[in-house]
């Protein structure tokens, strides 16, 4: 037989090459093996805040900060302003329901950074530790 | 079938991007337009039914898992059979010798003495004489034939899916063409032998 006859019978033969057949559940299997990773996706932790959010605040505490700085205050922190405004509330609110609170009257508020900032950081640290929990629930549910 | 799984891209990206949106049933959808492809591929490297289906089913896992990273670069059933491919290679390289079922065994390793060669030009026959070529060749050369002429792979695409260069799979396409020529020539000598 001739180089050009085995040629044309091989064509000839690699045309009936077809399909083999999957398996009828085929497709059921590699759904149901597809379980384990959906139930991981139902359970994905998702935080509270976003990261826009987190933005967001630090740009507003910077902002904050700054004017802080800026515009200080002589008898002192910017914050009194909105201090004094308070205790002006507090005194009508004692007059009316007699109640003593001395509270604002004697407040000070340089304490006011020391205690946002770090609490600012708490909650960062807060958000990722919950975050590695949620990644590695496997682990602590041990 | 050949024309099911030459369906469009636009088709194979409007279900990925619905999966990516979480709809299961639209890689149910992809699961059902490639899984005979997808076997066949395993089935021709791996010669063994059950190891088919294990890595087919597996290479669909790895598949839903690693959609995110699917780019849309190439044609998405050149990344599915790179993944097929790849895993099959894999699990050769791993069973040196892997068991074969019985009716694999039948399948496969059709003793060359035994066959009555005699009504070749039937179709049942050419499709055991085609199963005794593809038997002669080593599992890269059965997979690089099923690519290219039952899922009609263009070069290129074979190149990606099996991580070589197109001159490459040229070359390897131009020797397996004549190591089953060659076979071919040794059963039609038999089978005039026989009838003389």
Not at chain 1, 74 to 99: A, H, Q, R
Not at chain 2, 58 to 68: E, H
Not at chain 2, 90 to 97: C, E, G, H, L, P
Not at chain 2, 168 to 173: R, T, Y
Request: with cysteine; proline share 2%.
């Amino acid at each position: 037989m001739s180089d050009k006859n085995i040629t044309r019978k091989l064509d000839e033969l690699l045309k009936h090459l077809d399909y083999e057949k999957a398996p009828e559940d085929f497709s059921d299997k590699v759904m149901s093996g597809l379980h384990p990773y959906l139930a991981d996706e139902k359970f994905q932790y998702t935080p509270l805040i976003s990261k826009r959010a987190w933005i967001l605040i630090g740009v507003l505490l910077m902002i904050l900060i700054i004017l802080a700085f800026v515009f200080p205050s002589n008898t002192g922190t910017w914050f009194d302003i909105p201090l004094d405004y308070l205790s002006g509330l507090v005194e009508k609110t004692k007059s009316i329901f007699k109640i003593s609170l001395n509270l604002f009257n004697n407040l000070d508020t340089s304490f006011l950074f020391p205690v946002i900032i770090p609490s600012f950081i708490l909650l960062i640290i807060f958000d990722r530790l919950i975050h590695f929990v949620m990644k590695n629930k496997s682990f602590f549910m041990i | 079938m050949r024309h099911t799984i030459k369906m469009d891209q636009k088709d194979d990206r409007y279900y990925i991007s619905k999966v990516l949106e979480g709809d299961m049933q639209a890689f149910s959808y992809l699961v059902d337009k490639y899984k005979d492809m997808v076997f066949t591929l395993a089935f021709r490297i791996l010669k063994n039914r059950e190891n088919a289906e294990e890595v087919a089913q597996d290479s669909f896992v790895k598949v839903y898992q690693n959609l995110k990273k699917f780019k849309s670069k190439s044609k998405f059933s050149t990344w599915l059979y790179r993944i097929v491919y790849n895993t099959a290679i894999s699990r050769v390289r791993v069973k040196q010798n892997p068991t074969m079922s019985i009716d694999d065994q039948k399948f496969f390793e059709i003793e060359d003495e035994k066959q009555n060669v005699s009504k070749s030009f039937d179709i049942e026959n050419n499709k055991m004489i085609l199963q005794r070529l593809l038997n002669k060749l080593d599992e890269s050369d059965r997979a690089l034939i099923t690519l290219y002429y039952l899922d009609e792979c263009k070069i290129s695409e074979i190149a990606e899916i099996t991580g070589q260069n197109n001159s490459n799979i040229k070359v390897k396409l131009h020797r397996t063409r004549k190591k089953m020529k060659e076979e071919l020539h040794r059963i039609l000598k038999s089978e005039m032998v026989e009838i003389i």
